[in-house]
């Protein structure tokens, strides 16, 4: 784990040298009732479906379960992306077909990558069903590149401990993904990307990476101004690429993830579960979901969990 007391590369600008027309895209997700637990999905969006590879960005939670409670996500199918399950609080305790069997907890990094075909599902821990519990983190996929959309599925954990945290003058930054603020995080990378878990006290500013092409912030608590503008949790903004950009925490400091990376050389098809650079992948990736001939194409269920499995929607 890298610790920095200072570093040059988050020294604040001053947040109202540039102007609110440096928001290309401001989001306000929905929130959908899952029953005990609530969702709120900003990407992809009507007026944007992409910020850099990220194409899928939910919310899940906070929620509060009781003794014997907790989310039970099905194996169910991907292609052509990769996953980031992150916490806040509570854990999942994630299988693929890949043969991994993970807990995931706050702080650490589940990344599975579909390639041409992966499925796995997402359960609370029977552990924390003991008790009361609680959910709270960030879903998320980044589409992959052309080169990669067909590449065998693989699993990497990283713990909390092994992830770089970025500290200077109440700011702190863990990067999850990718490169910014002159750190690497450990994940295997496909395209030029950035993500990060992000904590800012009362009045503190936080440049946003200046060497990305898309760049985006996700409020997930608390409030942020951007040229004397605030917004506030549950809010989504894509900056405008190559504008400077510095934001301050508002009166109860904020909690973000700020995300992004290059744009993809085309746009993405996203039907259920499925990403791809085009229809004809989707439709065989439908069929063979459908036939259920596990192990003997692109899809197989995990192997400590196949007694169920969500089926292809109507």
């Known amino acids: 784990m890298t610790r920095m007391s200072r570093n040059p590369a988050i020294e604040p600008g001053c947040p109202d040298a540039v102007g609110v027309d440096a928001i290309e895209t401001l989001i306000v997700p929905r929130a959908r009732d899952l029953g005990g637990f609530e969702v709120r999905r900003a990407l992809p969006a009507p007026n944007r479906q992409m910020v850099g590879p990220f194409i899928f960005f939910d919310q899940a939670g906070p929620a509060e379960l009781l003794i014997g409670q907790g989310v039970d996500v099905r194996p ?93 003058g109440g700011v702190s930054v863990r990067l999850i993904l990718g490169d910014a603020y002159g750190q690497k995080a450990p994940a295997t990378m496909f395209s030029e990307t950035f993500y990060a878990d992000v904590t800012l006290e009362t009045g503190c500013r936080l440049p946003m990476p200046d060497d990305h092409e898309d760049r985006g912030i996700y409020i997930v608590e608390g409030s942020i101004s951007v040229a004397g503008q605030e917004f506030e949790a549950s809010q989504m903004m894509v900056f405008r690429p190559g504008d400077r950009i510095t934001v301050a925490a508002g009166g109860q400091g904020a909690r973000l993830m700020i995300l992004g990376g290059a744009t993809l050389s085309g746009p993405r098809y996203i039907w259920w579960n499925f990403v791809a650079s085009s229809r004809a992948r989707i439709e065989e990736a439908k069929a063979e979901w459908r036939a259920q001939d596990w192990g003997n194409g692109r899809f197989d269920l995990p192997i400590d969990d196949r007694d169920e499995h969500i089926p292809i929607p109507d």
Do not use: C
């Open 76 to 168: 169910h199918p991907h292609i052509g992306l990769g996953t980031v399950t992150y916490l806040y609080r509570g854990d999942f305790h994630h299988r693929d077909s890949t043969g991994a069997d993970q807990m995931i907890r706050p702080g650490a990094l589940n990344w599975m990558v579909a390639g041409r075909g992966v499925s796995h599902s997402e359960r609370t821990s029977a552990a924390a069903r003991t008790g009361p519990n609680s959910l709270f983190g960030i879903q998320t996929w980044l589409a992959l590149p052309d080169s990669h959309e067909d590449m065998a599925p693989m699993f990497e954990h990283h713990g909390k401990e092994t992830l770089p945290v970025i500290e200077d």
